[in-house]
């Protein structure tokens, strides 16, 4: 389980999702061409985000995001989930495999609470506690016992104490109202946190015994967790030195990184992993092609600062960009930027903090991939980068690389 190994799995990971998006096409899916927009300068922003007259068409705000690697989901503040983007193996919850270039409702439930979004996969929480994953399976991820697809939601198990989820390429873990830990799926790279074994399973394994978990996030063979005492752990492949630890191995269980304990919230990308500390400041680590961690040149093995701003609220991170908000509301990307998924009217790739547009209302949800998503104060979703099967939501297959205003169905 070494660099040259990991490096090489990563590969295929990224082969394999251009060969399931060819298949999708050979198998009859319409797909239009692909065209980024140019977009007005980062200062003015976008016609889209100039424009007051359309902010009444959305209907009710949104609440929550996520951004799977070819499709997004919603949570509005009336409790009803909706999808839309890549529906190849089910992932949109709709009952169906056909892609949607705008939303679609998933089911008829008023209770849902908490959303993420994995490359062909979603999980959920309602508000009752109870977990529900569909979508992809191959790898036992949706923890139903199986590893056959679901086009609909599935409650995992019967526990009605599920907090928060998260879910990646292949594998999930969650947190439960008890402070424990469980995660789920592929465990080849030891991301599960239970050490070298099972390989693989498709139920939820508790990790250790620890019950002080407060959240988990997962990226593409590593994940890393915060405690309610403020400490921060990772596990799984450390290939680019994503678990902050200085070191490019790997660790089976979770290990504390560093001594800090002042750790508010912490996002993994596919190699790389960023994280807000209670002084406002921002640390990313891990791969560093793209100049997704935002400063330094090269892996970073250990937490590195992003510039000295003390103000940063929170942040995002998958696939290699990471996007951040500050206390002011503003809007900041970084890393690749090919399908213009930093927002700034560009499709060049950023190595530090880029200002997306002038807007100060950026407070709300925020979800990064191939593409990007997030909320404003008034609970109004906007989305740009990629929109390859129509995970922008507005009706094309056009990426954008400002924000654009996301309209939602009554």
């Not at 921060?232 to 790997?250: A, E, M, T």
Request: charged share 10%.
């Amino acid at each position: 389980m070494n660099e040259d190994q990991e490096g090489r799995l990563r590969t295929r990971w990224r082969r394999a999702a251009r060969t399931a998006a060819a298949t999708a096409v050979s198998l009859g899916v319409a797909i239009l061409a692909i065209g980024v927009t140019a977009g007005a300068a980062v200062a003015g922003g976008s016609p889209a985000e100039r424009s007051t007259s359309n902010i009444s068409l959305a209907a009710a705000p949104v609440s929550r995001v996520a951004a799977g690697d070819l499709h997004t989901c919603v949570i509005r503040t009336d409790g009803t989930l909706w999808c839309w983007g890549n529906n190849f193996n089910g992932q949109l919850g709709d009952g169906t495999t056909t892609n949607r270039t705008g939303p679609v409702r998933v089911g008829t439930a008023t209770t849902w609470a908490r959303i993420d979004a994995g490359k062909t996969n979603t999980c959920a929480v309602r508000t009752d506690g109870t977990l529900w994953c569909w979508g992809g399976n191959s790898n036992g991820q949706l923890g139903d016992g199986t590893t056959t697809p679901r086009t609909s939601p599935v409650q995992i198990g019967t526990a009605t104490t599920w907090a928060s989820v998260s879910t990646s390429s292949n594998h999930t873990c969650a947190v439960r109202t008890t402070g424990t830990l469980w995660c789920w799926g592929l465990n080849s790279h030891t991301q599960l946190g239970t050490g070298t074994t099972p390989l693989l399973t498709t139920t939820p394994l508790q990790v250790g015994t620890a019950t002080t978990w407060a959240s988990v996030t997962t990226g593409y063979a590593h994940s890393c967790a915060l405690r309610t005492d403020g400490t921060l752990w990772c596990w799984g492949s450390s290939s680019d030195g994503q678990l902050g630890l200085g070191i490019f191995s790997f660790r089976s269980t979770p290990t504390q990184v560093g001594t800090a304990t002042t750790w508010t919230g912490v996002t993994a990308g596919y190699v790389h992993t960023c994280a807000v500390q209670a002084n406002g400041t921002l640390w990313c680590w891990g791969e560093n092609g793209y100049g997704q961690v935002g400063a330094g040149s090269g892996p970073q093995t250990t937490p590195l600062q992003v510039g000295t701003a003390t103000t940063w609220a929170q942040v995002a991170t998958s696939v290699d960009t990471s996007c951040a908000t500050r206390t002011d509301g503003s809007l900041w990307c970084w890393g690749r930027n090919t399908d213009g998924q930093v927002g700034d009217g560009t499709t060049t790739h950023r190595p530090a903090p880029t200002r997306v547009g002038t807007a100060t209302a950026w407070t709300g949800g925020l979800a990064v991939s191939h593409h990007a998503c997030a909320t404003r104060t008034d609970g109004n979703l906007w989305c740009w980068g990629d929109n390859f099967l129509g995970q922008l939501g507005d009706g094309t297959t056009t990426a954008r690389s400002t924000p654009a205003l996301v309209v939602l169905p009554d």
